[in-house]
């Protein structure tokens, strides 16, 4: 069965700090995988998303992700956060020839300091 | 286009009441689905539907059903509410199979 492992459930960072956020699947096939984000008391947005080509995506307000498939990672990025990042954060994966219902990972909690 | 809309936003429910949570899209998206999200444990698929009249279960389908009459609506019902099932629920629909999900803002349902 597929699964999605994302490493930490919070991460605090000041303003201006790199960012960095964890998330392995597995599944031995061909994927689609995704970054969704949730700000405080508002409905999951998609941030970014890789279905094929340039494993290095970028996304919306300075994301990017890249897909390293030998490690079976889709890692989130950012250089210098903002406080507006405070949000939390959601790699999920579908199957290449699944009916598309996406296996989430737990989440992480991104709160960022002023 | 106001996306993917869900009604309604909070709801409390004793034991055993039924309710219906409503999903609409205007999308003209053919697939839809419904999750529900716990602290700590992510978002899981309850249900999914490929198409008017075609629905089939997810992973956590026990103690509710879906219908799909129409493409736009896709209701949720939970007939016998249990505690187990207080929980923020999202529908979600795309366009195809692979192509991106969008939400709804989610409904919140506490069950006493």
């Known amino acids: 069965a597929q699964s999605v492992s994302q490493h930490n459930h919070h991460v605090i960072l000041s303003e201006a700090a790199s960012l960095e956020l964890g998330c392995n699947y597995s599944?031995?096939?061909?994927?689609?995988l995704f970054w969704y984000v949730q700000y405080p008391g508002q409905h999951l947005q998609l941030l970014l998303k890789?279905?094929?080509?340039?494993?290095l995506v970028k996304g919306i307000k300075g994301f990017e992700a890249e897909f390293i498939k030998s490690k079976f990672s889709f890692n989130l990025r950012k250089p210098s956060v903002q406080w507006s990042d405070t949000a939390e954060y959601f790699c999920a994966v579908n199957a290449k020839g699944s009916q598309g219902n996406l296996i989430f990972g737990k989440g992480t909690k991104l709160s960022v300091k002023p | 286009n106001a996306g993917v809309t869900q009604t309604p936003k909070f709801r409390i429910l004793k034991i055993g009441q039924s309710m219906t949570l409503q999903c609409t899209q205007d999308m003209n998206h053919n697939y839809m689905y419904w999750y529900r999200q716990d602290p700590g444990m992510g978002l899981k698929l309850i249900y999914y539907?490929?198409?008017?009249?075609?629905?089939d279960k997810g992973e956590v389908p026990n103690g509710y059903n879906v219908s799909r009459s129409t493409t736009e609506d896709f209701p949720l019902r939970l007939e016998l509410a249990a505690p187990s099932q207080t929980s923020v629920y999202f529908c979600a629909s795309s366009l195809d199979v692979q192509e991106t999900q969008y939400f709804g803002p989610g409904t919140r349902l506490l069950v006493l």
């Open positions: 890789y279905f094929s080509g340039d494993p």
């Open positions: 599944y031995g096939g061909t994927v689609n």
């Open positions: 539907s490929v198409g008017a009249g075609i629905t």
